[in-house]
T-cell receptor
Framework: KAGVTQTPRYLIKTRGQQVTLSCSPI?????VSWYQQTPGQGLQFLFEYFSETQRNKGNFPGRFSGRQFSNSRSEMNVSTLELGDSALYLCASSFAGTGELFFGEGSRLTVL | AQKITQTQPGMFVQEKEAVTLDCTYD???????LFWYKQPSSGEMIFLIY??????QNATEGRYSLNFQKARKSANLVISASQLGDSAMYFCAMRDTEGQGFSFIFGKGTRLLVKP
């Protein structure tokens, strides 16, 4: 059974640009959530999608957005990038929004 | 508000010895669960062990066990017979039951280094 797949694994952007990250959950998992991990703030919840609906959103500015497709794959977008957006972005899936989270290896974003 | 606290930023342990990683939590929900994750340098968070608030016994999974003290609101992870591959970041987490949907609250983590 394939795990959670995130692409790209590494990317470098400059301030003001935008970025789109992709996440393919474990087959059959309908809940996909995103977390931002930084050395200073640790792991912070961004948003969670279930059956294409955003159920919850963390305390992040509107520059951070996401969506989920009918096949449960999810994308997150960050517009007008700032230096502070440099982080590891982790995607996690779960079967029905219960139990443990299954994480991908993350997308490491560097903003110059 | 719910909170997870891990007070040990870094820990050293000699190979083959046991080590305890501390985690305290705060929640007003009588039904909750505590999770432990391992994050190697590759970045992926790996689920290790789960303890439910109503579980009668402490959880165990191979070399991992939980020292769950409900009255003290602590759920410490015990790793027995440490191996070099155990060197990683370890996070304690619980589900956020105060919001909608399905999200977790994580502690700041403990970096464990196993010495040969």
């Amino acid at each position: 059974k394939a795990g959670v797949t995130q692409t790209p694994r590494y990317l470098i952007k400059t301030r003001g640009q935008q970025v789109t990250l992709s996440c393919s959950p474990i087959s059959g998992h309908r809940s996909v959530s995103w977390y931002q991990q930084t050395p200073g703030q640790g792991l912070q919840f961004l948003f969670e999608y279930f059956s294409e609906t955003q159920r919850n959103k963390g305390n992040f500015p509107g520059r951070f957005s996401g969506r989920q497709f009918s096949n449960s794959r999810s994308e997150m977008n960050v517009s007008t990038l700032e230096l502070g957006d440099s982080a590891l972005y982790l995607c996690a899936s779960s079967f029905a929004g219960t139990g443990e989270l299954f994480f991908g290896e993350g997308s490491r974003l560097t903003v110059l | 508000a719910q909170k997870i606290t891990q007070t040990q930023p870094g820990m050293f342990v000699q190979e083959k010895e046991a080590v305890t990683l501390d985690c305290t939590y705060d929640t007003s929900d009588p039904s909750y669960g505590l999770f432990w994750y391992k994050q190697p340098s590759s970045g992926e968070m790996i689920f290790l062990i789960y303890q439910g608030s109503y579980d009668q016994q402490n959880a165990t999974e191979g070399r991992y066990s939980l020292n769950f003290q409900k009255a003290r609101k602590s759920a410490n992870l015990v790793i027995s017979a440490s191996q070099l591959g155990d060197s990683a970041m370890y996070f304690c987490a619980m589900r956020d039951t105060e919001g909608q949907g399905f999200s977790f609250i994580f502690g700041k983590g403990t970096r464990l280094l196993v010495k040969p």
